[in-house]
């Protein structure tokens, strides 16, 4: 900031020598071409009628990016290229815990990402802090994901949750509540609880640091005509 201020003031005015903040920048952004190669198998299970293991589908996806190109943590000229391997491990079911409701929708998934964050950037650039320069993590970025989805009798309500947890600390809870009066109204309200401090972590090592203070609540009122 001391230079930008001192030889803008400068340019400006060479025979003051005063500063005045005259230079200015911007980030350019660039979007390298990616080669992502993937494939996947799904499997469904089936037991016996009303267990857990019957009609659960298991899904395993995997994918290769060769020379990916990351943002380079000093936001320098010379990038991070280096080969991604992304896998993810899914799991989803409806299973009926009561006569009186309908099935619930459950989802669970485990994602690994070897080289970057779920946000894409760079996992060389974890760990920092005001005063010291990021460490870094090793092995890779880890998420659980649970997903839940249970109407209620009518179908007039229905009940979501969602959790993302980064085995790093980072915990991301959003529980959902949507309302269907009729054919044409339909409201949704939700809140999102963002913490990047579980258990005494790291918090410069988990994703949710980036926006752990952005707890909200919103509200969506729908007619369809």
Known sequence: ???????????????????????????????????????????????????????????FEVSFTPDKTFTPIDLGQEYIVEDEYVTALVLEKYQRFSRSFPATYMVFQWMHRSESDLFGRHLSGMGGTVNNTPKGVDGGWNGLVLALQQPFPGLVWRADLSVLYDTRGGLFVQPALKWKPSGNWNIEMFYNHMDGYVDGANENENIMQTVDWADEFGLRVAYQF
């Open 1 to 59: 900031d001391l230079f930008f201020i001192l030889t803008g003031g400068f340019l400006n005015n060479p025979l003051s020598g005063q500063g005045g903040g005259g230079l200015r920048g911007h980030i350019e952004r660039t979007y390298h071409r990616e080669d992502v190669f993937g494939t996947g198998i799904s499997y469904v299970f089936s037991g016996e009628p009303g267990s857990w293991t019957d009609q659960l589908i298991l899904n």
